[in-house]
């Protein structure tokens, strides 16, 4: 007679009878129940944390591409000596023929769009409001084509009026008091050169759009002015300071860069965004890591109680066992259901770990609202953070990574008490009964 395959249906149903019997008839422990929901809580922690800490990578990111320029063509200051006094001037790097240079750049397979931009640091004023702004100098097509800035959800105004006064972010308007409508005064150290010297410029510009990018340190700082307006502000006038280059692949922004500076020629730096914020990303990289073995660890302690339990089951099911092995189960059978015991505790676990980890991660905004709202306000801190609110995101990879590791630690931890089941001498386990 051939003996039953591994795993039959037999062995399924003794292991779930012992999991479902009474304590008093020696049936599932204290500890199992522990471990049940260990597994359950490292396993959504598990989940919420990657979810999190993927929806921030992803939403941090968003905000750098959706504001900013994925690559950044600009010239390199020059030095000239002047014969006469014996001294050397160095002269800030321009660019002279912008439209041209960025037609050559636009033409570049890959390479989406670019635009010339004049850049300049002002103090921006009202009334007595004051805070230090980057100001932008571009055409009205370019920041139109800009998706952060030109989100009408999110912009107040038309933007279709940039032309005739100024954008500002919604932060500095807010620290200004200023609103669409409002004049706002910018002052710039660079002014007009006069017989005694450079005189501060300044000049005051209607507020005819306000933008929300997402970034805190953005919606405080920066403002976009027309091109001719920034040029004449700024003394540029017939050149511009840098092109803007936007790509089809940001994340393969590295593999443009020789072909800048090939079209830009010899004097030209390349500045990309993982160059402005590559240390950043890699160090929420390493706290990704470490996340995720810390919480490894504590699915680890969490699965390691099942090994408590299954002994306690094991010593407790001693006469069941010396009964089952004189009636013919080899020692791989008894095994098997042992072993299928703590495996259903880790698949249990694993399971209502995953669900409650995945409604965790949908519902972050409501559960930080209830923090917030707890802690009387400030638990998140977008000075501090750089972007408004914490964001989720859940992907099937990281998922997959909880479950495979909590069943792998649930299935490997049940190996011991399932062997002590099967090596026991049914002589023995049946002499005092």
Sequence with gaps: MASPAPFSRYEFMIAWRYLRARRAEGGVSVMT????????????????????????RAEFVDTILGANAHSTVYYSPTS???DLTEETYVTPGRIEDYDGLAAKIAALPG???????????????????????????????????????????????????FDKGIAIGSGLARELGVGVGDRVRLISPDGAQTAVGTTPRVESYDVTYVFTAG?????????????PEAQSYFNREGVADEIEVFVEDPEKVDDFTMPLIQTAGERAQVWTWRDASGSFLKALD??????????????????????????????????????L????LTEGAVLRVFFLCGAFTGVIGTIAGVVLGVIFALNVDHIMS???????????????????????????????????????LSFIVTIFPARRAARMNPVEALRYE
């Design 80 to 82: 000239i000596y002047n």
């Design 215 to 227: 970034r805190y340190d953005i919606d405080r700082t920066r403002i976009y002015m027309p091109m």
């Design 370 to 408: 209830f923090v917030n709202w707890f802690s009387g306000g400030g638990a998140w801190d977008p000075s501090v953070r750089g972007i408004y609110e914490l964001p989720a995101k859940l992907r099937g990879a990281d998922i997959a990574k909880a479950v495979a590791l909590s069943l792998a």
């Design 33 to 56: 129940w522990i471990s049940l929901i260990g597994i359950t809580l490292g396993v959504m922690a598990l989940i919420a944390t990657l979810a999190v800490r993927a929806g921030f």
């Design 111 to 161: 390479v989406t769009r670019a635009t010339p931009v004049v850049r300049g640091q002002v103090m921006a004023s009202q009334n007595d409001a004051n805070n230090v702004a980057e100001v932008y100098g571009l055409t009205l097509d370019a920041l139109k084509a800009i998706p952060r800035i030109a989100d009408p959800e999110t912009g107040m105004g038309n933007i279709d009026d």
């Design 286 to 323: 390493v706290e990704d890591d470490v996340m995720f073995i810390i919480l490894s660890i504590l699915v680890l302690i969490a699965s390691m109680n099942i090994t408590s339990g299954l002994i306690m089951l094991v010593k407790n099911k001693g006469r069941d066992i010396g009964i």
């Design 325 to 328: 092995r004189t009636m013919g």
